[in-house]
């Protein structure tokens, strides 16, 4: 299938449309998107919120295409309900403060959807799209896979990283919380405990999950990335002359 967006088009839209966002609302050094208010407001798209019933629990967003129905559960009874094109349904659950990250990233996830359906429209179709998250306990169907799989999802959850994650705003994370050095990583995605404590505290302070943060991280290429051996010898150390010399 031809492409007709690369992830860094998407890098830099994204981008330009937050500091957009942000220039409208007159922010100046916030280190958090309001990314509700960026989908309602500058996106344009309502959220509204509801108890998934669709076969595949992982679905905990949705953006309607004002034709296919989503299956919702009111009152103990399970409906279809028909949304007006453009809405954003995300699950209930995820209003619990606990679920933040989650929220806020299915959020960003079908606001980035409705850009990517006006930015490349022969590619990404305007159809009714979900968020799921993967249960690897779940049977999925070949057409489920096909859908949670496909270049379009993956561009979209590109989108919805940058909306979340721009890159003006990791680094102000980044000079915050680390002198704007990068992230000691070792081989095999081996971090010390210092730094995953330093990833936790920037995913934080950026509204997101670690795992987020973590592949935005690899994305941005902002991972000094360092043999493990380093690791094994100056950080534990274990082997080579510091076990020789204690011996």
């Given at each position: 299938?031809?492409r007709?967006?690369?992830?860094?088009e998407?890098e830099?839209l994204?981008?330009?449309?937050?500091?957009?966002?942000f220039?409208?609302?007159?922010?100046?050094?916030?280190?958090?998107?309001?990314?509700?208010?960026?989908?309602?407001?500058y996106?344009?798209?309502p959220?509204?919120?509801?108890?998934?019933?669709e076969?595949?629990?992982?679905?905990?967003?949705?953006?309607s295409d004002?034709?296919?129905?989503?299956l919702v559960?009111r009152?103990?009874?399970?409906?279809?309900?028909l949304f007006?094109?453009?809405?954003?349904?995300i699950?209930?659950?995820?209003?619990?403060p606990?679920?933040?990250a989650?929220?806020?990233?299915?959020?960003a996830?079908?606001?980035?959807?409705?850009?990517?359906?006006?930015?490349?429209?022969?590619?990404?179709?305007?159809?009714?799209?979900?968020?799921?998250?993967?249960d690897?306990?779940?049977?999925?169907?070949?057409?489920?896979?096909?859908?949670m799989?496909?270049?379009?999802e993956?561009?979209t959850?590109?989108?919805?990283?940058?909306f979340?994650m721009?890159?003006?705003?990791v680094?102000?994370?980044?000079?915050?919380h680390?002198?704007?050095?990068?992230?000691?990583?070792?081989?095999n995605?081996?971090?010390?405990q210092?730094q995953?404590?330093?990833?936790?505290k920037?995913?934080?302070?950026?509204?997101?999950?670690?795992?987020?943060?973590?592949?935005?991280?690899?994305?941005l290429?902002l991972?000094?990335?360092?043999?493990?051996?380093?690791?094994l010898?100056?950080?534990?150390?274990?082997g080579?002359?510091i076990?020789?010399e204690?011996?």
């Amino acid at each position: 299938m031809k492409r007709f967006t690369s992830n860094d088009e998407i890098e830099n839209l994204c981008e330009a449309m937050i500091k957009d966002f942000f220039k409208s609302k007159h922010y100046t050094n916030v280190t958090c998107v309001d990314i509700e208010a960026f989908v309602r407001e500058y996106l344009g798209v309502p959220i509204v919120y509801e108890t998934f019933a669709e076969p595949d629990p992982g679905r905990i967003g949705f953006l309607s295409d004002g034709k296919r129905p989503l299956l919702v559960r009111r009152g103990g009874k399970t409906e279809q309900v028909l949304f007006p094109a453009r809405t954003a349904v995300i699950e209930s659950y995820l209003q619990n403060p606990k679920e933040s990250a989650r929220k806020r990233f299915t959020i960003a996830h079908e606001g980035a959807h409705d850009f990517m359906d006006r930015h490349i429209p022969l590619q990404a179709s305007p159809a009714a799209a979900f968020h799921s998250e993967f249960d690897p306990e779940m049977t999925y169907t070949p057409d489920m896979l096909k859908t949670m799989l496909n270049v379009n999802e993956c561009f979209t959850n590109r989108a919805a990283a940058c909306f979340l994650m721009p890159g003006f705003l990791v680094a102000r994370v980044l000079k915050r919380h680390n002198d704007s050095r990068k992230v000691i990583l070792y081989d095999n995605g081996i971090l010390s405990q210092d730094q995953k404590i330093l990833v936790q505290k920037m995913a934080d302070t950026l509204g997101v999950s670690y795992r987020a943060f973590f592949n935005r991280l690899s994305e941005l290429d902002l991972f000094d990335r360092r043999p493990v051996e380093e690791y094994l010898h100056s950080g534990l150390r274990y082997g080579g002359e510091i076990h020789a010399e204690g011996s």
